[in-house]
């Protein structure tokens, strides 16, 4: 993404949307605002450069579209509204996975996912990590997670961002595995594991298959965050709720489509993990505007915006608070309210959360 004039009215490209407020007023940058990242998925994180820098280092033939991609800066043309889209996206993403091979690439990964997000303004990160399809090159589940969990401490050591871990089960996979990454996530619970996740197609399975792995998760203390109304409608968010008690949903967007379950969320103070540039690339919606950002945030949900994969959709987190202002007009005031929301879904502990919060006041004292 190029660098930004800041300065409203003649800063930026024509037919984008923006408030067209008139003179020379200030913007703030959305870069500087204190924010949590909820949605980040570990080889969706990567910087285009170490992807294709690690391909070289193990001879591995990337998919054309995907090394072009990387190399252009210009993300792959996806549509995962269909089956056959996802399976293409999940390829592609397998691809960029099977890069990753040794302890080294992951520290080097969880490094650089830190540093991008503290340049976005993120003071609190949760990444979110299937071990499974690391574990047979590193030894096992137990040692990959351990790699994952020691790589974040060290990157938080050293960038200062407050760092936290998701454990993802894979919804293509049997739901026994999923109840074997709960216990493995609770086992690690004080070592750096927050949440429990579910991930890949939605329109696969159940949710309510996966809900013993859920109650183990939440009977450990982690917070249970599905993937949920993305591909499919309403309804999915609806089992989220209903079969695997989510305090937090992955995306959620669809929510937008019944005002009932909107008021559902909005009450019990759920926070859906939305992605607006994800959701643009993937197809779920056709424009940014399209996205439904302002019905979402006016029916009271809390919302924490996230990049998803920013390797395979070409935009990072500070990315996704310029598309509400842009596509969708959210003035400073309501972009710092977005940033509390994230601060207030994530699982940071209290002295991180308020020093997080006054600082999102100082933003808009600025
Ligand atoms: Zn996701």
Redesign the pocket.
Known sequence: MCEQDHVRGNGYPDGLGVRQDSGMERVRDVSELPKAHL?L?FTGSMRPGTVLELADKYGVRLPETLSEALTSGEPPRLRATDERGWFRFQRLYDAARSCIREAEDIRRLVREAAEEDVKDGSGWLEI?VDPTSYAPRLGGLIPTLEIILDAVESAARETGLGMRVLVAANRMRHPLDARTLARLAVRYADRGVVGFGL?NDERRGMARDFDRAFAIAREGGLLSAP?GG?LAGPSSVRDCLDDLHATRI??GVRAADDPRLMKRLAERGVTCEV?PA?NVALGVYDKPEDVPLRTLYEAGVPLALGA??PLLFGSRLADQYELARRHHAFTDEELAELARHSIRGSAAPEDVRQKLLSGVDDWLAS
């Open positions: 949605h998925h979110q991930s993937h993305e992955g995306h992605c994800s998803d994969d």
